[in-house]
C-alpha cells in the first residue's frame, strides 16, 4: 500500500537519511526501532508528509506524494494519514470529543456525522464518559487514546506514531498495546510506529532496525 523508495535526506551538511526503501502492507504493523540519531522520526515524518525528501519517492497506492503542491498534499494528509505523537497535542482549550472532531471538519465532512463518529471512536476507546472532558482534567493514558481516537476519525489509510507509549507509565502503556493490536485486527488499520518501547514492537508484524540513517535489518515477528 505504502512504498518509500531509496529516501535521503540532509539537513546541511547532516546526512539523516542515506537511501531508505520500506514498503508497509496494508492491515499491517510495522515497528521502526534503533538507536537515537538513526533517522527513524525523519523517515516517519516524510511518510507522513510533514517532510520531503531530497531524493526518493513516498507512493501510496500508486500515487507519488511528493509530487503533490502543498494544498493538494494537505488535503491528501488530512484524509489519508492519522498522526500520534509522544505527547498527545491535544488542544487544552477544546474538549475530548471536539479535539477528535478537528480532523474531520477540516475535512469539510458535516459536523452532526464528525461528531457521531467521534462519540462513537471515543466510545470504542473505553471514554465515553471523558467526551466533555478537557485535556487538564484526562489521564496520560485518556490523553493518548483521545490522541488515537483523533488519528481514527477520518479512517486514514495508515497511522504513524511516533513513541506513542514513551510519555506514558506501564499500566498505559500496555493499554495502548492492547489498543493499537485490536485496531488492526478488528478494523484492518494499518501502523507504523516509531518507538523505543520493545513491548511495543513485539506486537508489530515487522520490525525494522534502524543506524545511522540506513535499515541494518527486517525481523518478522510470529503471528
Known sequence: MIELNSIYKSYGTLSVLQG?????????????????????????QIAGSLDRPDSGSVIYDGV??????????????NRNIGFIF????????FTALENVAIPGLIAGRPRREVNEEATNLLGLLGLADRLKHRPSELSGGEKQRVAI????????????????????????????????????ATRGQT????????TLASIAHRVVSMEDGRISSISHNLP
Not at 501502523?191 to 520493545?198: G, M, Q, R, S, Y
Open 64 to 77: 507519488d506524494i511528493t509530487t503533490l503542491k502543498e494544498k493538494k498534499l494537505a488535503e491528501f494528509r
Open 191 to 198: 501502523f507504523l510506529i516509531v518507538t523505543h518501547d520493545p
Open 20 to 44: 531508505v526503501s520500506l514498503s508497509v502492507g496494508r492491515g499491517e504493523i510495522v515497528a521502526i526501532v534503533g538507536p537515537s540519531g538513526a533517522g527513524k522520526t525523519t523517515l516517519l
Open 149 to 184: 481516537a483523533r488519528a481514527l476519525i477520518n479512517s486514514p489509510r495508515i497511522v504513524l506514531a511516533d513513541e506513542p507509549t514513551g510519555s506514558l507509565d506501564s499500566r498505559n502503556r500496555e493499554e495502548i498495546h492492547r489498543i493499537i493490536s485490536d485496531l488492526c
Open 86 to 93: 509522544q505527547f498527545h497535542e491535544l488542544l487544552p482549550e
